[in-house]
């Protein structure tokens, strides 16, 4: 069965410093991932999907992910943190290739300080 | 302006009641979704619909009903019987997957959520 894990609940960084948020994946296909945002109270936002055209795969807002099999790791990055990246952030995998079913990790909160 | 609306944006139950979340989309998309959002936990599905006037439970069916009766609008009833139904509440739409290997890789559209409070 398909399942991904976040292994960081909170992470803290400084404006400008860049930002790493980590996602381990299990699936027996290939996979197809995401990385979705979510601000306070507001629904979610899909910042970058990975469909095995290319291993690292650009987003919105500067953000992006490597797909890395070996490492069954889809780990997202920035290279400089804004304070209006503060978020929680969802790494996704879909359930399989047939179905648009997701399956969400518990989540990252991202704080950023000034 | 194409999107997800949901509505209310709050939302207060007394004990024993039924209420309706309604979620509507002009996407034109085939596929729509209903999750529950605890603190600290990822989205749960509840229900999800491929197609009109056909729905299929998700992990978290129990206490909870729907319909989809047109396209665009696919309403989520929480009922007396949820016994916990505090919750966010946010509903998504895709474009129906294709099936086949290597299908297509469609994301989900959310809407805004509507947080649902049980007094």
């Known amino acids: 069965a398909q399942s991904v894990t976040q292994l960081d609940s909170h992470v803290s960084v400084s404006e400008g410093t860049p930002v790493l948020l980590r996602c381990n994946y299990s699936?027996?296909?290939?996979?197809?991932l995401f990385w979705y945002v979510q601000h306070p109270n507001k629904g979610l936002q899909l910042l970058l999907k990975y469909t095995s055209a290319a291993t690292l795969v650009k987003g919105i807002n500067g953000f992006e992910a490597e797909f890395k099999k070996s490492e069954t790791s889809f780990h997202l990055t920035k290279p400089s943190a804004h304070m209006s990246d503060a978020a929680e952030y969802f790494c996704v995998v879909r359930e399989s290739y047939n179905t648009d079913k997701l399956i969400f990790g518990t989540g990252t909160r991202l704080q950023v300080f000034p | 302006d194409g999107g997800i609306t949901q509505s209310p944006k709050y939302l207060f139950r007394k004990e024993g009641q039924n209420v309706t979340l309604s979620c509507e989309q002009n996407?034109?998309?085939?596929?729509m979704y209903w999750y529950r959002q605890d603190p600290g936990q990822g989205l749960r599905l509840i229900y999800y619909?491929?197609?009109?006037?056909?729905?299929q439970k998700g992990d978290i069916a129990e206490g909870y009903s729907v319909s989809r009766e047109k396209k665009e609008s696919f309403p989520l009833t929480v009922t007396s019987a949820q016994k916990n139904p505090t919750a966010f509440y946010l509903c998504?739409?895709?474009?129906?997957?294709?099936?086949?290997?290597?299908?297509?890789?469609?994301?989900?559209?959310f809407g805004p959520g509507t947080r649902l409070t049980v007094l």
């Open positions: 699936s027996s296909y290939s996979p197809s």
């Open positions: 619909s491929q197609i009109v006037n056909d729905f």
């Open positions: 996407l034109n998309h085939d596929a």
């Open positions: 998504a739409s895709s474009i129906k997957a294709r099936i086949a290997a290597g299908g297509a890789v469609n994301e989900q559209f």
